[in-house]
């Protein structure tokens, strides 16, 4: 099946440094990823959507200056959160449908990574 | 927005034991996946679903669009099916943009 990965799996850092999250599709190319963040024992909630060679489209109230997103080919795009503070700690999780320009295969489902667990000290 | 709410919250099982999951969604939808969150935090996709039955070994999903719900079966559960099980439902509007619900945290004791 399709394959999703996402580094690095867990990562701790300081308040007020930034934090770059790399999601791979790996067998697959993917024109379109999603970014999730789910806090302790929440659901996941939509943060963006990644466009590859285009802008990210952010859902409200996710500042885009804060998550930046990078579609740079079409098998990676990253998240970088900027001068992250402890209320930025969660878990990311990045998704592909994969596809193409809307032509999509394998039954139109999603694919997930297994996530980064980002906590800012 | 659209709400996606779960029931039960939570639920412990005796192993061997059967249980449904329920999942309402309060605006008509394109499409609807469940998935199973393991300890470890990764999604497992269960089943596509946007109408209709479908099984896979000791699960089950149906999903009524048109009464906007849908039901996950889980039969002879088993310690591994622990977790958290979500459904999340496609937009019409959305480019396959998911809305999560609430999910159903799943304890299977031995």
């Known amino acids: 099946g399709a394959v999703v990965s996402q580094h690095p799996s867990w990562v701790i850092c300081k308040s007020g440094t930034s934090v770059k999250i790399e999601c791979r599709s790996l067998?697959?190319?993917?024109?379109?990823m999603f970014w999730y963040r789910q806090f302790p024992k929440q659901s996941l909630m939509l943060m963006a959507t990644?466009?590859?060679?285009?802008?990210?489209?952010?859902e409200q109230g996710v500042e885009k200056d804060k998550f930046l997103i990078n579609h740079a080919s079409l098998t990676l795009s990253t998240l970088t959160v900027t001068s992250a503070h402890p209320e930025d700690s969660s878990f990311y999780i990045c998704?592909?449908?994969?596809?193409?320009?809307?032509?999509?295969?394998?039954?139109?489902?999603?694919?997930f990574g297994p996530g980064t667990r980002l906590t800012v000290l | 927005g659209i709400q996606v709410e779960q029931s039960p919250p939570d639920l412990i099982l005796q192993e061997g034991a059967n249980s449904t999951l329920r999942c309402n969604f309060s605006?008509?939808?394109?499409?609807l996946q469940w998935f199973h969150q393991n300890p470890w935090g990764q999604l497992i996709n269960l089943f596509y679903?946007?109408?209709g039955t479908k099984q896979n070994g000791r699960l089950s999903a149906t999903t009524v669009a048109t009464e906007r719900y849908s039901l996950l079966y889980i039969s002879s559960s088993q310690t591994t099916d622990s977790g958290v099980y979500f459904c999340?439902?496609?937009?019409?509007?959305?480019?396959?943009?998911?809305?999560f619900g609430t999910g159903t945290r799943l304890l299977v004791s031995p």
């Open positions: 998704s592909a449908p994969p596809g193409l320009a809307g032509v999509y295969l394998l039954g139109d489902t999603q694919y």
């Open positions: 067998d697959f190319q993917a024109t379109t």
């Open positions: 999340a439902v496609e937009l019409n509007t959305g480019f396959q943009k998911l809305v």
């Open positions: 679903i946007p109408s």
């Open positions: 605006d008509s939808v394109n499409n």
């Open positions: 990644s466009n590859e060679g285009s802008k990210a489209t952010y």
